[in-house]
């Protein structure tokens, strides 16, 4: 049994630059979620796509951050000219049509220097 | 907007002893109500849930009733373990298309033995 699976688990990078996550999802699930938790708080939802199809975004995804789903199996989320306040811990969740539990993968970890 | 709000840890127990950590929501529909536990080093894991008015959601010695007069979920265990030290998380999700959760900010378990 393969859960969510994202990579990298951890980032480094210099502010200004870009950097892009992917997530991989349960096989048979069709939603896709991706949360931010940053240190001492809970995940707060960022995007969510059902199959391909990217269907809301969070006030909290600023116009720096994309995501896709190109085939509605795998996503990437990228930043783009990262900021320090985009230090946080990045989490990727995946649930099926029927079942409403998310299974969360490990998150990718990103410092932002 | 719909929000969750949870005790503030750390809370520190002796082993044996009872566990309370108190949970309320507000929501404007009539969410489903969670409990995702995080361990040391480990990603979100679902502890229970509980999808309608009275429902008790359990599960490895926790539980939790879903209130629906008191907007609560607070989350019981008879006697905790050393095991049990994490971080627990309180969250609800909408019956909407998205399901996206609401988590509330995290309390930090610390059992001593």
């Known amino acids: 049994d393969t859960g969510v699976s994202q990579n990298p688990r951890h980032k480094i990078t210099k502010r200004g630059q870009n950097v892009t996550f992917r997530c991989d999802p349960i096989s048979e699930h069709n939603r896709l979620y991706w949360y931010r938790q940053t240190l001492g708080q809970g995940p707060e939802f960022l995007t969510y796509?059902?199959?391909?199809?990217?269907?809301?975004k969070s006030r909290l995804l600023s116009d720096r951050f994309s995501a896709e789903r190109p085939k509605g199996s795998f996503s990437t989320l990228e930043i783009q000219r990262t900021e320090q306040g985009d230090s946080a811990m990045y989490l990727c969740a995946s649930r099926g049509t029927v079942q409403e539990t998310q299974y969360f993968g490990p998150g990718t970890r990103l410092l932002v220097l | 907007g719909d929000s969750v709000t949870q005790m503030e840890g750390p809370v520190t127990l002796s082993e044996e002893a009872f566990l309370t950590i108190n949970c309320t929501y507000t929501a404007t529909g009539y969410p489903s109500l969670f409990w995702y536990v995080q361990y040391p080093g480990e990603g979100l894991q679902l502890l229970l849930k509980?999808?309608?008015?009275?429902d008790k959601g359990s599960n490895k010695g926790f539980e939790a009733t879903y209130r629906k007069e008191t907007t609560s979920f607070h989350l019981e265990k008879g006697s905790v373990q050393v095991s049990d030290s994490a971080v627990y998380f309180c969250a609800l999700s909408e019956r909407s298309s998205a399901s996206k959760i609401i988590f509330g900010s995290g309390t930090r378990l610390s059992i001593r033995p």
């Open positions: 509980a999808t309608k008015a009275d």
């Open positions: 796509f059902q199959n391909e199809a990217q269907l809301e």
